[in-house]
């Protein structure tokens, strides 16, 4: 996907080493809780990085010398307490966020392509992510300069690396061909010749744009959709401005695509270069096996895999004799997913949360740089909001999403229990539990 950041420490806004130090050792665990939800998270240690997504080089940079992954929102990936007492240091400066772009790509049957990382890898080894990275002025083309509006908007830059980054990490064409009427149909390369392209491309030996045109196809910009910014919060020292996509792969029955036409659909991992693997499944599947701990998940993925997984449900039962192969089934999968990303408010939950600014921006036009609200006294997990978009478009109008939150605890492993859940719901539990410790303590 996209989003890569070196481990550093998570400060707390606001509060010197020494403070926090001071808040951390605070002789009464109750009024802990207090001052975190009234002035937020502090004190706590992070391996930082959030959404996780293989990146190219950075602008201007020729890909050979300069790979990959950039980071996304979210930062925290430990959460032990700081006990320094050492003086504050000097505030450092804040890294202006990178372009990237990334794909949640869904196959005619509408499970997620996943890559997993190589163990080896000095950010998110062994995670799961989308295929993305970060744009590349060299295959690209222009980049919104830093102090431009379109920087963090949805715009061709963004659309055609998210489609290269695509290409080479899995070797999956999203191009169509460019003497047909028929905009559905993909352009189909022969695996020598995909594999060769790619080395060629990630090493800068020749643009993608000038190589899908020599195989007869044009870049299929126009058919991803626009789902959800991430902003990499400002205590992280590498920074990524993500524009996420949805890309629903044709089905065979509206294509009428041959066997051999679909193996263009199936993924191939790098030759071990960033992945070891790339597969489809069922976003409920990865995101069962993300809480039983067999994969790692950050929480910009498990958030927007919760999402999909609301309307793209397991494998079609078997068809009756003479039915077909079940594709009314995931056409109504796609149908009730679409009108989703569409739907304006936003939020389905109680009046506050739908009456809230966030609720009239479209899924194609939020913006998310997660923030942490609190730690949860019972099982110590951080609830990061979702709903502010960054400093740099901080009074844009621009926002994320108010009516939920992600509750995740960071250990040496990665992150843990992440859940996503109703942020009324959260903090009317956190006030109950409250209340219960402080009748506790007058008895």
Avoid at 73 to 102: F, H, L, N, Y
Wanted: aromatic share 6%.
């Amino acid at each position: 996907m996209t989003l890569l950041f070196h481990p550093r420490c998570l400060r707390i806004p606001g509060l010197s080493s020494i403070q926090s130090s001071r808040l951390t050792r605070h002789p009464n665990p109750s009024s802990i809780a207090t001052r975190i939800s009234s002035r937020g998270l502090k004190g706590l240690s992070s391996n930082t990085s959030l959404i996780a997504t293989p990146v190219s080089s950075t602008p201007g940079v020729n890909t050979s010398t300069a790979r990959r992954y950039v980071g996304a929102p979210i930062t925290i990936m430990s959460q032990q307490r700081s006990s320094s007492s050492s003086p504050a240091k000097r505030e450092k400066e804040v890294m202006e966020p990178r372009p990237s772009s990334s794909i949640l790509l869904l196959s005619p049957t509408n499970q997620v392509l996943l890559l997993h990382r190589v163990k080896t890898s000095t950010s998110f080894a062994s995670a799961h992510v989308f295929p993305g990275g970060n744009l590349d002025a060299f295959h690209d083309g222009e980049i919104p300069p830093n102090d431009a509006r379109e920087r963090h908007e949805d715009g061709h830059a963004y659309r055609l690396g998210a489609i290269r980054e695509c290409f080479e990490e899995t070797g999956i064409l999203l191009a169509t061909k460019k003497d047909s009427d028929d905009r559905s149909t993909l352009v189909n390369v022969s695996s020598a010749d995909r594999d060769r392209a790619r080395k060629q491309i990630y090493g800068g030996k020749v643009r993608f744009g000038d190589w899908v045109d020599s195989v007869g196809g044009v870049p299929d910009t126009g058919r991803l959709i626009p789902f959800t910014r991430w902003v990499t919060p400002t205590n992280v020292p590498k920074r990524f401005t993500t524009q996420m996509y949805i890309y629903l792969l044709p089905s065979s029955a509206s294509t009428g695509a041959s066997a051999m036409e679909n193996e263009i659909i199936v993924p191939t991992p790098d030759g071990g270069v960033e992945h070891t693997a790339a597969k489809f499944d069922d976003a409920s599947t990865w995101l069962y096996r993300a809480d039983k701990g067999e994969i790692i998940l950050f929480p910009p993925q498990y958030y927007l895999l919760h999402l999909v997984s609301q309307f793209c449900k397991a494998a079609a039962p078997s068809p009756a004799p003479g039915k077909g192969h079940g594709d009314a089934y995931f056409a109504s999968q796609r149908k009730g997913l679409l009108e989703f990303l569409k739907s304006v408010p936003t939020a389905t939950g109680s009046e506050a949360a739908r009456r809230h600014p966030s609720s009239e921006i479209p899924w194609a036009d939020k913006v998310m740089s997660p923030h942490n609200l609190f730690i949860r006294e019972g099982d110590n997990r951080i609830v990061l909001g979702l709903d502010k978009p960054g400093p740099e478009l901080k009074g844009s109008g621009r926002g994320g999403d108010w009516e939920r939150v992600v509750l995740v605890k960071f250990t040496r492993d990665g992150p843990r229990k992440v859940e996503v859940r109703g942020r009324e719901e959260v903090l009317r539990e956190e006030k109950e539990a409250k209340r219960a410790r402080e009748a506790e303590h007058k008895l």
